[in-house]
């Protein structure tokens, strides 16, 4: 991974814990320790998806750079799907607040996906790859006659 890379995730998984831990407190104040367990769990699966989302596609930009939006696209919307897709599987859960779970989870997401923005918009990439001194292809000199 790229230092710019691992920077980006830096930078969006801190803002996220953040607001998981916050979203803790405030759950286990409002609906107790299940409240907070609840929100925990939010926390680590948002980090978890879009984590490994963004490491996914970093790597594409690597090695298919004309797949990037595409696989961005739907790299998103699958992280969307699985997101509803836990919330539909523990709404009736005993584990934890359910609630709790699905608003951190949202919460959390949204913080996520506006700290990546950030840091991108923050990066200093390179649009163009700069040419070296020195050229891999040999110079045509003119005509060998």
């Known amino acids: 991974m790229r230092s710019n890379d691992a920077r980006t995730l830096l930078q969006a998984a801190l803002p996220t814990a953040g607001a998981g831990v916050l979203a803790a407190v405030i759950s286990g ?3 107790g320790g299940k409240g907070a367990v609840g929100a925990v769990v939010a926390t680590v699966i948002v980090i978890l998806f879009m984590g490994i ?7 594409t930009a690597k090695s298919l750079p004309h797949l990037f939006q595409a696989m961005g696209l739907m790299l998103y919307a699958a992280q969307i799907l699985l997101m509803f897709i836990f919330v539909a599987a523990f709404k009736n859960t005993t584990l934890f607040n359910p609630k709790a779970f699905a608003i951190t989870l949202v919460a959390t997401t949204l913080v996520w996906i506006a700290a990546q923005t950030r840091a991108h918009m923050k990066a200093k990439l390179l649009y163009v790859e700069p040419e ?5 292809k040999p110079e045509n000199k003119g005509s060998s006659s």
């Open 29 to 31: 104040v409002v609906a």
């Open 53 to 59: 989302g963004l490491v996914v596609l970093e790597r």
């Open 132 to 136: 070296s001194s020195r050229s891999d």
